[in-house]
């Protein structure tokens, strides 16, 4: 038989605020454990929390850019249970009324075709501390309790690793783009619950699911949804009955374990925080907020065609990071060679990047470098095998193309009389291969430019030698 799969993801981000959602600590990544606290993210007894506006905020702005409808009026519940890390015995997220509802991403494939992918809601809330299990015993750090989450529900669109790789990575790119976010999910600031189940071709009624916690990396996620989508359809197939689990990815043997069911879960006694004022959202900072949105990666993508001819493929790359599309477009203002730019990007800089492990603004060359070294190469000044050498020292030591032509004798030379000079003597120190290039072996061309060339170190002009050549062996 086969089978259809049905995929909703969870997406926690943290949000990139100074201080916690309810408190004035850092929200600062690491530190000495239990150093960013204070009775607030410690839950301790009387303890009042106050929410961050910034908070509020960020919300509204991911809301906006995510296409979706904004809760004028909303308010924080408190969701009951009892874990080690989560020092209140509750969190304070939202459940009836989120902050945002009915958003959505639009997923490109490779071949242009389209799909929507619905977002059902996103809530705010805050992080809970973290275990550390030593050999001495499992200890807390309270340092990431508080830190402000949202958590972004997409609706159960997509029905491929491949689908929800794309929906990932446009989320990720979105919320990068307009600064509520660095989504870094190394350090966990980007988290990934999968939902997952599968059905009959066709079928309207929808299969069991398991829920799927924590993925770290866009590869566990692709490894996850292959590997339950295959033993869900095993199962069924054996005749096994399917209950609705948590399972938990486990990286070193590439599979999911079950946690617990859902018939044994928590009732979360969902009920208001009566610490926390119902929110009254005006029109007016909606709007506010609407203007601090920039160009979205999408926008750019679409622009970029437009205004510097660039081809999709191109446009892609260059505007799925909003420090390189910054760069393409001040290099681009410096030398007005869109595609040369894009190549350089794409090629040498992207391999050296890639290879350091860096971003582009952590290398050693700004877009006045990479311009200055474009306008070189176009003047004739260099030639473009000259070019990747000098590219290659100025991501070692920032200096400038010219003043690295200039240091290394590297200038090209187009100088006529002096290319005319080694011309001739090419020319009357072969005189053999001159008179089987008039019996007719014109392929020795190539070989007296080549002569030409190594007597210059590389820095003739090559269309120069060509053309000086031609004229001089004709009049032979
Ligand atoms: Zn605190």
């Given at each position: 038989m086969n089978y259809d799969t049905v995929i909703g993801l969870e997406v926690h981000v943290e949000l990139s605020t100074k201080t916690k959602i309810f408190c004035g600590c850092t929200t600062e990544f690491?530190?000495?454990?239990?150093?960013?606290?204070c009775p607030v993210c410690m839950g301790l007894p009387g303890a009042l929390p106050t929410l961050n506006k910034r908070v509020v905020e960020y919300g509204i702005k991911s809301g906006l850019a995510l296409g979706c409808s904004i809760n004028k009026v909303c308010r924080m519940d408190r969701k009951n249970y009892f874990y080690p890390d989560a020092p209140r015995n509750y969190q304070i997220t939202q459940d009836e009324f989120p902050i945002c509802r009915d958003g959505y991403i639009d997923i490109e494939f490779e071949d242009g075709t389209k799909k929507r992918i619905g977002i059902e809601r996103i809530h705010m809330e805050d992080d809970a501390g973290k275990l550390l299990h030593t050999k001495a015993g499992s200890l807390i750090d309270f340092n990431r309790a508080g830190v402000p989450l949202l958590e972004i529900v997409s609706r159960p669109d997509m029905s491929s690793a491949e689908e929800a790789i794309l929906y990932l990575e446009k989320l990720k790119g979105i919320l990068t783009c307009i600064g509520v976010s660095d989504c870094k999910m190394e350090q966990g600031s980007l988290r990934c619950d999968l939902n997952v189940s599968v059905k009959p071709a066709g079928s309207e009624k929808l299969g069991v699911r398991s829920e799927i916690k924590n993925l770290n990396s866009f590869k566990s996620l692709e490894k996850a949804i292959e590997y339950e989508v295959k033993r869900q359809i095993e199962a069924i197939e054996n005749g096994e009955k399917l209950f609705v689990e948590t399972r938990r990815w486990d990286e070193e043997n590439l599979r999911t374990l079950s946690m617990r069911s859902k018939e044994a879960?928590?009732?979360?006694r969902y009920f208001p925080e009566g610490d926390l004022v119902t929110l009254n959202i005006s029109d007016e900072w909606i709007e506010e907020i609407r203007k601090t949105i920039p160009e979205l990666p999408h926008e750019k993508y679409v622009r970029f065609i437009k205004q510097y001819n660039l081809p999709k493929y191109d446009a892609n790359i260059i505007t799925s990071s909003y420090d390189v599309a910054d760069f393409f477009e001040e290099t681009v203002d410096i030398c007005s060679d869109s595609k040369a730019v894009a190549n350089w990007i794409m090629g040498d800089i992207s391999a050296f990047m890639n290879e350091k492990n860096?971003?582009?603004?952590?290398?050693?060359?700004t877009p006045q470098h990479l311009g200055n070294l474009i306008k070189l190469i176009n003047d004739g000044k260099i030639s473009n095998a000259i070019g990747k050498k000098v590219l290659s020292e100025m991501l070692e030591n920032g200096k400038m193309p010219e003043t690295i032509v200039e240091e290394k004798g590297l200038i090209q030379n187009s100088d006529e009389s002096a290319i005319l000079d080694m011309v001739k003597n090419v020319l009357e120190s072969n005189p053999d291969n001159v008179a089987e290039y008039k019996n007719g072996r014109t392929n020795l061309f190539g070989w007296f430019v080549g002569q030409v060339m190594k007597m210059s170190k590389g820095k003739a002009n090559p269309k120069i030698v060509s053309k000086l050549m031609k004229e001089e062996i004709e009049k032979m």
């Open positions: 690491g530190g000495q454990p239990n150093t960013h606290v879960a928590n009732d979360y860096i971003g582009i603004n952590d290398t050693k060359i």
